[in-house]
């Protein structure tokens, strides 16, 4: 980027949000990741605003010429958007730090560097959050992808001006302790002893003798009485030698 470029930008004090300028990121799933932050240039600062204007009048001369086939097409994507309107994502207003702005986005597949006010390199990545105020470098271009045709903005690099109240729900250290002056410690409270509760005695079951059938005594039979055989010669019982 040059200064002598038309379509490059250097912003007066501008607000930062959705910031992210050391770890590239990918804000749709499937889209390659960049390293990213939105800037909202309050509407009183006139000089920003017509300086950007301007580089988007010179990016759209060069896709005319390189990108839209001589012709500036009826229907055409800008950058900038008013922060008192709605976003065109998904028609919802912006968010209430975006009134009374205009709001655009800065992206690039390079690493921006960022410095302070006295042009130092931040190294403390929590130095640089969604809030602050500062002044960042783009530069704007034309692009024709898949039948859209539009203005993209390029992110260059940022310089932090000064802390702002950090945006997204995130608060600062002073917002929470401020009040550390009247802060007491609250008084000791010894712990209410408690009986333990005794936990029952497991018992192993006592097993019950499986049941066994009764052995069935044999039924009394009355012993057979065998016939008395008598002698023929005598007519007694034998009980000894026949015929004696």
Known sequence: MSKNDLQFVITGKVRLS????????AHQQGNEPKYSTTILVPKS?????????????????????????????????????DGDGVRPSDGMPFGDECKGHWVFTASSKNKPEVVDIALNP?????????????????RFFPYA???KKGIGCGLG????????????????????FDDANNFQQPAYQPPVYQQPVQQPVYQQPVQQPMYQQPVQQPAYQQPVQQPVQTD?????????????
């Not at 839209?68 to 958007?81: Q, S």
């Not at 690099?157 to 929470?176: C, H, I, Y």
Request: charge should be positive.
């Open 157 to 176: 690099n940022v310089q932090k001006l000064e802390d702002g109240a950090p945006l997204g729900g995130r608060t600062s250290a002073v917002s929470d």
């Open 145 to 147: 992808v898949s039948g």
């Open 18 to 25: 959705f910031v992210h300028v050391f770890t590239p990121y």
């Open 122 to 138: 931040i190294m403390n990545q929590s130095e640089i959050y969604s809030g602050i105020y500062g002044r960042v470098s783009v």
């Open 232 to 244: 023929p010669i005598t007519g007694q019982p034998i009980g000894g030698v026949m015929g004696i």
């Open 45 to 81: 600062d006139f000089a920003t605003k017509q300086k950007l204007d301007a580089a988007i009048n010179a990016a759209i001369q060069q896709g005319v010429k390189e990108k839209f086939n001589g012709i500036k097409p009826p229907v055409l994507a800008l950058p900038i958007y």
